[in-house]
């Protein structure tokens, strides 16, 4: 398995993690505005060579997977810090309201068919998690489920934290770089993101009555993240709590954390043998022969 990147924001594998103490603005003395944007395009040139020789070395996967209350930047973010990589070692995912077809199957089925194959990178735009956050919060999803034996849901939630740990657990051991990205949204700027949706008419597509009325259930929601991190967040599959009231700050914070974990991973681009080299002798001298 492997060694994952250590960082201020890095949930705690012991479950001692508490929402109410990360932060959710950018700390102190951290670069402003401009000095962010400069090294996020940094650690955005840092992760395009590291994915040129994942995707050469063809051994390794890496899941980047976002998680966070709505408005809180996952696009944005996946398209600032994935922009200038190569769109062929590339694959992204959302993942909304279930099918019927998805409802027919196990709730880890339809994230399973879209993990990255080796050498490529596979972001996931909310994901399995959704079924200890949201179902959590509206239990009464689970009727769509048709599980066969309704479990207890003090029981539930425990059980499904285990399955989702096992399931990265064999990822990890099978060659998946497995991170985790929590942006920690505080509820003030998330009505202010809203307001802005609805002011400016360039953002008026984006404005959702549902995201509204979903903030009646924050401490809910806050209570299930809290659970779901400190029950998921291991050494194979850390989960990373970014502070995301400042979007500059949060897609430095979390390319940097990318470009990190890839450099761990002691990526090269692969030597050929001797008869391989001997090919390539070969077939430069048949080469330089036609002119």
């Not at 924001?9 to 929402?19: E, K, L, T």
């Not at 950018?26 to 402003?32: I, T």
């Not at 490529?120 to 239990?139: A, D, K, Q, T």
Request: aromatic letters at 10%; glycine letters at 6%; charged letters at 30%.
């Amino acid at each position: 398995m492997f060694e994952t990147a250590d960082s201020p924001y890095r949930v705690p594998f012991d479950g001692s993690f508490r929402v109410g103490g990360a932060p959710t603005t950018r700390p102190d003395g951290a670069p402003d505005k401009q000095a962010s944007k400069k090294q996020l395009k940094r650690s955005v040139r840092r992760i395009d060579d590291l994915q040129r020789m994942l995707y050469a070395q063809d051994r390794i996967a890496v899941l980047l997977l976002f998680q966070a209350m709505d408005a809180a930047g996952k696009d944005s973010t996946i398209r600032a810090v994935m922009s200038g990589i190569n769109p062929a070692g590339c694959q992204v995912f959302s993942f909304k309201q279930p099918s019927r077809e998805e409802l027919d199957h196990d709730y880890l089925w339809r994230t399973t068919g879209r993990l990255p194959e080796r050498g490529r990178i596979g972001i996931f735009n909310r994901s399995y998690y959704e079924e200890v956050l949201v179902v959590r919060v509206h239990p009464g999803y689970l009727d769509a489920q048709r599980l066969p034996q309704r479990s207890d849901l003090d029981t539930l939630w425990p059980e499904r934290y285990e399955a989702i740990a096992a399931h990265e657990l064999h990822l990890a051991r099978a060659g998946t770089l497995v991170l985790k990205f929590w942006l920690n949204v505080s509820r003030e700027e998330q009505k202010r993101r809203f307001l802005s949706r609805i002011e400016e008419p360039s953002k008026n597509w984006k404005f959702s009555m549902a995201d509204v009325e979903e903030r009646q259930h924050w401490d809910a929601y806050m209570a299930a993240y809290e659970d779901a991190l400190n029950a998921t967040s291991r050494p194979w599959a850390p989960w990373y709590a970014i502070p995301a009231d400042n979007k500059p700050f949060m897609r430095m914070a979390v390319a940097d954390i990318i470009a990190r974990n890839l450099e761990g991973l002691g990526l090269s681009y692969p030597q050929l043998d001797g008869e391989a080299a001997s090919r390539l002798v070969t077939a430069r001298e048949r080469l330089e022969a036609e002119g």
